[in-house]
């Protein structure tokens, strides 16, 4: 009994990034490969199919359904010339790799029925077994091109027959898509164990006088009663700057006298957003009005990396502290790609953002997100340099 050893072959180009729809079908056009003792002539003959595939998020493997079809014109026996049809049908089980990759690899497994119109060299309809390879190559969001190498195994009258199918085709997918959401780390705060250092009474986390002698009367703060331990003519009881620099001229509650010290013409005692940078335009507030958030994703994705948790941490607290502003955060890419697909990503990229805030407790009703694509670049696209300033994430501060 002849081995058959089969390799398919390999496109290595792709047009766009596309992730897993909820269904996909396939139509495919192949050749089939048969062993010499089933005695078909010339020992193969093209073939006709369609493959219907069900993905769902954190299934191991996506079900697929296929129908394999030759006529009567392109299959006859080698001995008698009778022509007959063989139409193959079964389930397989399939397992995808790199889903959002530029190439998504995939293997499969599974059991199929086969019948043929004219049963000679002791051919039978019966089931079989059978194996694959493949890769898809997505072309756009819902097309992807199709290749894959498919072994099977019949028993036909005591005796083990191989065939083998190479066949390529095109992918559509439609419904919702199937994307796995990636674990978030459970976050252990530090366990905190309190105490009282100066032996005033005050525990630690409350006290911002720790040093205070032995004997010192203190108040709920842990300051000396009716004293000016920063020295700046203000009683300790009603100073709420109780540790102002020397010489440095106070209001009456102790703190710093007003003024606009990152020179952004608010001044510092309504400016909440204290280090501006210099020159950007700010709100009534002495914010920006438009900010970078410095988010990174892997290439081609729309998850966050773990390295910038942090910012859009902060951007969180910033937005649950000040309950009066609202947030549209919106995507840039570079000129790399389709502008219809950078378009998709930027949206993709600004409403992972969004999503993370509102998991960090800013209420949905006062985040929004939306895309740009490749239309509003801030630097050159024709240097690495300027794609990766094009490649952004902006947020848009409003008041309610």
Known sequence: MKKLILIPALLTASLALAKPYTYEISPMI???????????KENGYPVY?????????DWFLS???FVIYTDSG???YDASAKETDILRAGVNGVKIYNENGIFQPFAKAGLGMEKMDYLEEGNKNSLFVDAGAGVKIPLMDHLALKLEAIYMLKENDNRWDNNAIVQAGLTFGFGAQAEKKAPVAAVVAPVVIDGDDDNDGVLNSKDICPNTAVGVKVGERGCFLDGDDDNDGVLNTVDKCPTTAANTKVDAEGCKLD????NDGVLNSKDICPNTPLGEAVNEDGCSKIITLHVTFPNDSSKIETSS???VQKYADFLNKYTAYSAKIVGHTDSRGSAAYNQKLSERRANSIKDMLIEKGVPASRVSAAGEGETKPMADNATAEGRAQNRRIEAELTKN
């Open 74 to 76: 392109n299959a006859e």
């Open 49 to 57: 199919g369609v493959e219907l595939q069900y993905n769902k998020k």
């Open 309 to 311: 948790y942090n910012v």
């Open 30 to 40: 192949g050749y089939n490969i048969a062993e010499g003792n089933i005695g078909m």
């Open 259 to 262: 003024g606009d010290d990152d």
């Open 63 to 65: 079900p697929e359904l």
